[in-house]
């Protein structure tokens, strides 16, 4: 089943039975160091122009919890990420190039609210980091009206800005899940101009 299916349904059992998290008996501590893991859907995309892919994205990072605030350091990568080949657009090509994201990798610090202190807990999230990204982009020069293909590689590193929501859902003393969406943006000082919607399902270890 696809992540941004799995989503929509844990958060809707979320809403659905507040009053059984809320009977059951849960304690919050007042500091909560935690590691967390996460799996996601991800879309990569230009506003301008061009989506670069909806693949797996993993990512994983460390967090403190103090009240109702939460502060995490977090790392994520897209996985699948394909350039689509170049198109030609003259008579005859020789050659061959490609065009579009190869990889891309953020990292981010967060702060979090949390609305509840019971077993399920909805927060919002916000966050400034860095998206480095792998890009081709192909050079055809054409004589006579025929094409020669080259490529050219380029490594961008671009401010990200992100924000989102999520319900952390605390299932014993140590063990959490967390359902999240979030979207970050990296229009500010990239040459890319790249922003992402991460769709995920994480899990958290406290002490």
């Known amino acids: 089943?696809?992540?941004?299916?799995?989503?929509?349904?844990?958060?809707?059992?979320?809403?659905?039975?507040p009053g059984a998290g809320e009977a059951q008996t849960f304690q919050a501590?007042?500091?909560?160091?935690?590691?967390?893991?996460?799996?996601?859907?991800?879309?990569?995309f230009r506003f301008e122009d061009q989506a670069f892919g909806n693949d797996l994205n993993l990512g994983i990072g460390l967090g403190v919890r103090v009240a109702r605030f939460g502060f995490e350091f977090e790392l994520n990568?897209?996985?699948?990420?394909?350039p689509a080949p170049a198109p030609c657009g003259i008579a005859r090509c020789i050659g061959s190039a490609q065009?579009?994201?190869?990889?891309?990798?953020?990292?981010?610090?967060?702060?979090?609210?949390?609305?509840?202190?019971?077993?399920i807990q909805p927060y919002v999230t916000g966050g400034i980091g860095a998206l480095r990204t792998r890009s081709v982009?192909?050079?055809?020069f054409a004589r006579d009206n025929v094409g020669t293909f080259s490529e050219r590689e380029e490594?961008?590193?671009?401010?990200?800005?992100?924000?989102?929501?999520?319900?952390?859902?605390?299932?014993?003393?140590?063990?959490?899940?967390?359902?999240?969406?979030?979207?970050?943006?990296?229009?500010?000082?990239?040459?890319?101009?790249?922003?992402?919607i991460r769709t995920s399902i994480g899990a958290s270890v406290r002490w």
């Open 1 to 17: 089943m696809r992540i941004h299916y799995v989503l929509p349904a844990v958060l809707a059992a979320a809403m659905v039975i």
């Open 29 to 44: 501590r007042k500091v909560e160091p935690e590691i967390f893991g996460s799996v996601a859907s991800a879309r990569l």
């Open 77 to 82: 990568r897209m996985l699948g990420l394909t």
């Open 99 to 119: 065009e579009g994201v190869r990889s891309a990798t953020i990292a981010s610090g967060n702060a979090l609210y949390y609305f509840s202190d019971s077993r």
């Open 137 to 140: 982009s192909s050079i055809l």
């Open 155 to 196: 490594l961008d590193t671009g401010l990200a800005l992100n924000a989102g929501a999520g319900v952390r859902i605390v299932v014993n003393d140590v063990l959490s899940i967390r359902p999240e969406i979030r979207m970050y943006d990296s229009s500010v000082q990239s040459r890319q101009n790249l922003a992402m």
